[in-house]
């Protein structure tokens, strides 16, 4: 984009439309509008305000937790006057699915020879994975996926320095990204690593290790953010996560237009000059007004209806799959929840698909009153769905069986989650 008066449309008001604002507005665009429809900023970032003993304080049904390789939520946060340093201190430990505690990373509690043995395979798995992925797969871990299925990278690396580096080159291994990440692991002898990514991805609602390529496992969680995860070294916002793009919002020149949906989307033919016309539903009824440019920030696939897609897009959107990730904010008896976030590390593979894989307790001064946001997939490719009542159902039960009755709901969602291809489209060149 070059002229700095064009008007520029952003469709959405989550993350990437505020981020993608706030870009322009620095680079010197005057022009822009975000459409939001949404009555609040922030999309899958939600944080809603609880009264627990009489306090209000934020807790999180979306994103919970950045780390210091969130180069651009940082640079939001800068903008936004917003800091990370006051939020609660993220805690954990680990459950099977009889709800017992574990303790598979600690060698010296349930000691036993082949546990020791198996710590220190995955330690050396681990040394190994850090040093290929910086050697053999050089590149890897620059944002975005063009050119990795061609054996090429190119744009921003996503290495600790404070200036990002734009970095470029080619690099056939790269190609080997595309495969599911349980076959990379395998091919470079790295199964054991599964364990420790298996809680930050897949109980995080990134997918299973046997469906997902290995680009989307390591651009984001790159050998550098893993560490910070082992090492709980995280982000996490006393306001909730959405504070920091309410409060970015707020110091925008033009603040998301809230309650307004894009209904439509009319461009110019190929290759013709011409405005954008875009169709807005609000309170007051349907208007269409002109852009030169847009900025989707929406599902693609979900554009695709709404939108003039052309034959091609069709087919590229009709190919993105997304998981049915669910979670809802769980509130005990008196004095019944737990103390502390759980891992459920056995129901974090596909013949468990709907069960609780992990709980978040924000505030540990609330002990076992204290909300606790529970979490659950329901789809996986090659397998049926499992139902929306059903992954409630079993995720009430699986925290009763961990001794955490549950006495009510609160905010309830199922989030359209990590857009993706198959293996086998990522091969084929889908982002090229
Ligand atoms: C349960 C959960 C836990 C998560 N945990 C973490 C975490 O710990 N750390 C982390 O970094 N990330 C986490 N995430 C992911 C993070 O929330 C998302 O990556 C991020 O919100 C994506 O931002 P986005 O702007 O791309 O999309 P969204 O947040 O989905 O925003 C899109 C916006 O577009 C709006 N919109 C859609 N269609 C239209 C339309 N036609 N017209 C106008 N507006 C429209 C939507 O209402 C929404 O506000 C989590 C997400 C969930 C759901």
Redesign the pocket.
């Known amino acids: 984009m070059s002229d700095l008066n064009d008007r520029i449309c952003i469709?959405?008001?989550?993350?990437?439309?505020?981020s993608s604002a706030m870009y322009l507005q620095k680079k010197g665009y005057k022009n822009y509008v975000i459409?939001?429809?949404?009555n609040k900023?922030?999309?899958?970032?939600f944080s809603p305000k609880i009264e627990v003993n009489g306090e209000k304080r934020s807790y999180?049904?979306?994103?919970?937790?950045?780390a210091i390789t969130?180069h651009a939520?940082h640079e939001v946060e800068q903008f936004a006057g917003v800091g990370h340093d006051d939020g609660p201190n993220m805690r954990r430990m680990y459950r099977d699915k009889t709800g017992k505690e574990i303790h598979p990373f600690e060698p010296k509690i349930d000691f036993s020879f082949s546990k020791m043995f198996s710590l220190l395979k995955l330690k050396r798995q681990m040394k190994k994975l850090v040093k290929i992925m910086e050697t053999k797969y050089k590149g890897y871990d620059c944002y975005g996926h063009r050119g990795v299925a061609q054996g090429r990278y190119s744009g921003l690396s996503k290495g600790l320095d404070d200036a990002l580096q734009m970095i470029e080159g080619v690099n056939p291994n790269l190609k080997d990204l595309a495969l599911p990440f349980d076959q990379f692991c395998k091919i470079n002898g790295v199964e054991e690593v599964m364990r420790i990514w298996l809680g930050p991805y897949t109980s995080?609602?990134y997918g299973y290790f046997d469906e997902i390529p290995a680009a989307y496992v390591m651009k984001y969680l790159d050998t550098t953010t893993a560490i910070e995860f082992i090492n709980m070294r995280l982000w996490t916002w006393k306001e909730g996560?959405q504070s920091i793009y309410e409060a970015a919002n707020k110091k925008l020149d033009h603040p998301a237009l809230l309650n307004?949906?894009?209904?439509k989307v009319e461009r110019p033919a190929e290759g013709e000059k011409g405005k954008i016309r875009i169709t807005?539903k609000d309170q007051s009824g349907e208007r269409t007004e002109e852009f030169d440019q847009l900025i989707v920030?929406?599902?693609l696939d979900?554009f695709a209806k709404?939108a003039d897609a052309r034959e091609e897009e069709k087919e590229l959107f009709g190919k993105i799959i997304h998981e049915k990730?669910v979670?809802f904010i769980a509130k005990f008896p008196e004095n019944q929840g737990p103390t502390i976030s759980g891992y459920i590390f056995d129901n974090m593979t596909y013949d468990r698909l709907g069960h609780a894989m992990v709980y978040y307790h924000r505030w540990e001064d609330q002990k076992a009153n204290c909300p606790s946001?529970v979490?659950a997939l329901r789809n996986h490719m090659g397998s049926a769905d499992v139902s929306y009542d059903d992954t409630i159902r079993m995720m009430c039960e699986d925290m009763k069986t961990c001794g955490f009755p549950i006495e009510e709901r609160l905010y309830e969602?199922e989030?359209?989650?990590c857009p993706h291809v198959s293996p086998k489209d990522y091969a084929d060149g889908w982002y090229d």
């Open positions: 469709i959405g008001g989550g993350p990437a439309g505020i459409y939001e429809r949404q900023i922030g999309g899958k970032c999180e049904t979306g994103a919970i937790m950045g969130y939520v995080f609602g996560t307004t949906e894009v209904v807005v920030t929406t599902p979900h709404y990730y979670d946001t979490y969602q989030s359209y989650y």
